[in-house]
């Protein structure tokens, strides 16, 4: 399975980016999707996830900026930031389990329930 992601950048705060992410490789029916971030010096954390039953769920921080969507077909995922902020500076992953039955509520939760990773995309939000 891999994970490709595109879309990072370097912008100003209040500017928006795309990400995107293919999936290829897997043949599950069932999978689940989300995108978490690493900033220097932090731990990963979840900023949007889409669970087994499509039930989507984002970090607390992310809310209302950030909408996670997946394309027409189900192995592209995108991650639409608007209104970006200098601490959402960070690493961007793409990360997917396949198969997967995973309810999620809540918020994003740990990294390490995710076993498939993309290798990352930088944003960088400047002043």
């Known amino acids: 399975v891999q994970l490709q992601e595109s879309g990072g950048g370097s912008v100003r705060s209040g500017q928006s980016l795309r990400l995107s992410c293919l999936a290829s490789g897997y043949t599950s029916t069932t999978s689940c999707w989300g995108w978490y971030r690493q900033a220097p010096g932090k731990e990963r954390e979840g900023v949007a996830t889409i669970d087994s039953d499509g039930v989507i769920t984002y970090a607390a921080s992310v809310e209302d900026r950030f909408t996670i969507s997946q394309g027409k077909t189900e192995n592209t995922l995108y991650l639409q930031m608007n209104d970006l902020k200098l601490e959402d500076t960070a690493m961007y992953y793409c990360?997917?389990?396949?198969?997967?039955?995973?309810?999620?509520?809540?918020?994003?939760?740990?990294?390490?329930?995710?076993?498939?990773w993309g290798q990352g995309t930088q944003v960088t939000v400047s002043s």
């Open positions: 990360v997917a389990e396949f198969p997967c039955a995973m309810q999620i509520l809540g918020h994003p939760g740990p990294a390490k329930v995710w076993h498939y």
